[in-house]
């Protein structure tokens, strides 16, 4: 079982910055892929990026490349989403997401582990 909490989220003015993170506890994950996924209030849930915990590899949606940066820290067993230029069509909760398919990264329903989600909204 895999625990995550994400923390960070909060309102930001268009053009700002935001750094959300996850903390990940539970069974060893070491091999995990951390996914960030986002909902806005009547769409479906979207993939934003993912890492892979034990490599480093990132994966972006095209819409976020460029403007956020995942990372993680293995000694604090945190993940960050780091986002700049933030958009009003950013605004959604943001949810930090666990799995061990390494292919499908852009997929939710390859994820096992989900957490409770933290809200960023953004301001025109």
């Known amino acids: 079982q895999v625990q995550l909490v994400e923390s960070g989220g909060g309102l930001v003015q268009a053009g700002g910055s935001l750094r959300v993170s996850c903390a990940a506890s539970g069974r060893t994950f070491s091999s995990y892929m951390m996914g960030w996924f986002r909902q806005a209030p009547g769409k479906e849930r979207e993939f934003v990026a993912a890492i892979r915990w034990t490599t480093g590899s990132t994966y972006y949606a095209d819409s976020v490349k460029g403007r956020f940066t995942v990372s993680r820290d293995n000694a604090k067993k945190q993940v960050y989403l780091q986002m700049n230029s933030l958009k009003p069509e950013d605004t959604a909760v943001y949810y930090c997401?666990?799995?061990?398919?390494?292919?499908?990264?852009?997929?939710?329903?390859?994820?096992?582990?989900w957490g409770q989600g933290t809200q960023v909204t953004v301001s025109s």
């Open positions: 997401a666990a799995g061990q398919n390494y292919y499908l990264v852009r997929l939710a329903e390859k994820y096992n582990y």
